[in-house]
């Protein structure tokens, strides 16, 4: 996952290595995805998400494409 | 043909290695990458837990299998503890400790930015554009999140690809 200054440059970034266009978020968006996702990593108590909890994760920040599942 | 057994020490009897013991080496995995700044290599580990390399070895390798951890493929050290990566990256994470400032490495800008969520702080995440290299700032204050200059982030594979390539990734 990668920062671009924008819309423009990921188009450019994607023509270059000829790869399809995935999908853009905001900073503020992906700060909300980091802190969801990382914020409790250390504790002894952590543990994987299941699949179903992850798409419950990503469907509260609004990411409800198939893009953001994974069966 | 030789029928010497090999030395008692060099014999590993085959265990079922549990899930408290993986998530001790887990957990203190992390609590030293935190102390020295640097991820611990497996012999640190061991020595800090009381137990053999091997057994940290073990334990790394079905963490990773778990997708808990990413180890480096000839050293079988760790590469990535989520958001953490143990080698440097173009995602370089400053943080504000009791101690002072410290720099860590993240493996993408998304674990750059769970390196601050990781450890509750202010921070700043010290990237660049992808297509053009130009320097992009973002920081963290209070919870909130800025850059200079804009930056939009790209999400490349769609989930269900993530860990076919998690380097890449």
């Known amino acids: ?71 | 043909m030789d029928n010497t057994l090999p030395p008692l020490d060099n014999v590993r009897i085959p265990t079922v290695m549990s899930d408290d013991f993986k998530n001790r080496v887990r957990v203190r995995l992390y609590q030293l990458f935190l102390e020295f700044g640097r991820c611990p290599c497996k012999a640190e580990l061991a020595a800090d837990l009381g137990c053999s390399a091997p057994d940290i070895a073990e334990a790394y390798h079905e963490l990773a299998a778990a997708h808990a951890l990413v180890l480096q493929p000839a050293s079988g050290e760790v590469l990535m503890a989520n958001p953490l990566s143990a080698v440097p990256t173009p995602f370089a994470v400053e943080t504000q400790g009791p101690t002072g400032q410290r720099t860590w490495y993240g493996n993408c800008i998304w674990d750059a930015l769970g390196v601050i969520a990781m450890l509750n702080s202010d921070g700043s995440v010290l990237a660049s554009c992808g297509c053009c290299g130009e320097s992009i700032t973002v920081g963290v204050h209070n919870g909130e999140v800025s850059s200079h200059p804009p930056g939009v982030v790209h999400f490349a594979l769609p989930a269900r690809r993530w860990w076919d390539d998690i380097v890449f990734n």
């Open chain 1, 1 to 71: 996952m990668l920062i671009f200054r924008s819309e423009d440059h990921i188009d450019r970034w994607c023509k270059a290595w000829r790869l399809e266009r995935g999908e853009t978020l905001s900073l503020e968006r992906t700060w909300q995805l980091a802190d969801a996702w990382y914020r409790d990593r250390m504790r002894a108590d952590w543990r994987r998400r299941t699949v179903d909890e992850t798409h419950e994760l990503f469907r509260s920040l609004g990411l409800t494409t198939d893009f953001w599942r994974f069966s």
